[in-house]
T-cell receptor
Framework: AQRVTQPEKLLSVFKGAPVELKCNYS??????LFWYVQYSRQRLQLLLR??SRESIKGFTADLNKGETSFHLKKPFAQEEDSAMYYC?????????????FGTGTLLAVQP | DAGVIQSPRHEVTEMGQEVTLRCKPI?????LFWYRQTMMRGLELLIY????????DSGMPEDRFSAKMPNASFSTLKIQPSEPRDSAVYFC????????????FGEGSRLTVL
């Protein structure tokens, strides 16, 4: 079954430390993966998608098909990165394409 | 554009009462999604519409939940009768073409059922 797993509910780091938010997926086809972010009192919004191979706000994510992972990384965390992060998988089902989210990881960056 | 608009932002009701949540998608978007967010289960897709037609309602918990989209600019999610376990944040999102995975979310409706 298609599934997204985020093993950490909470990740606490100090400002300037590296960050890695883990995401593993289960999908039978070629996956299309995304990271969404929800800052305090703001809407859930798209952060980045793997097909774009982009870096947004210093974050990058590499798809590793061998390990079925799509971890989100940033070399130096900032306090403003504190937010809830969701990994998501686009499940192609013919007429029923839909986005499946993980349970989310709360990133807390301490000063 | 003000983005996806949801109402009410907060709803507190008693068990057994009917709850109606409303959503106005972004103009021009042809797909609309209802998600439920809880601490334990994260974001769960309840139902989604494409061109006002329900495409996949497999995530709707049970018959107490129903959703409609009478036109391209309005959708409702109704719970009748409500139960305490329905307490959650309900998000509406819209997109232009579900295939691309870029959803635009509303601010959510926080429901508390006592």
């Amino acid at each position: 079954a298609q599934r997204v797993t985020q093993p950490e509910k909470l990740l606490s780091v100090f400002k300037g430390a590296p960050v890695e938010l883990k995401c593993n997926y289960s999908y039978s086809g070629s996956p299309e993966l995304f990271w969404y972010v929800q800052y305090s009192r703001q809407r859930l919004q798209l952060l980045l998608r793997h097909i774009s191979r982009e870096s947004i706000k210093g974050f990058t994510a590499d798809l590793n098909k061998g390990e079925t992972s799509f971890h989100l990384k940033k070399p130096f965390a900032q306090e403003e990165d504190s937010a809830m992060y969701y990994c998501a998988l686009l499940n192609y089902g013919g007429a029923t394409n839909k986005l499946i989210f993980g349970t989310g990881t709360l990133l807390a960056v301490q000063p | 554009d003000a983005g996806v608009i949801q109402s009410p932002r907060h709803e507190v009701t008693e068990m057994g009462q009917e709850v109606t949540l409303r959503c106005k998608p972004i103009s021009g978007h042809n797909s609309l999604f209802w998600y439920r967010q809880t601490m334990m289960r994260g974001l769960e897709l309840l139902i989604y519409f494409n061109n006002n037609v329900p495409i996949d309602d497999s995530g709707m918990p049970e018959d107490r939940f129903s959703a409609k989209m009478p036109n391209a600019s309005f959708s409702t999610l109704k719970i009748q009768p409500s139960e305490p376990r329905d307490s959650a944040v309900y998000f509406c999102a819209s997109s232009f073409g579900a295939r691309f995975g870029e959803l635009f979310f509303g601010e959510g409706s926080r429901l508390t059922v006592l």
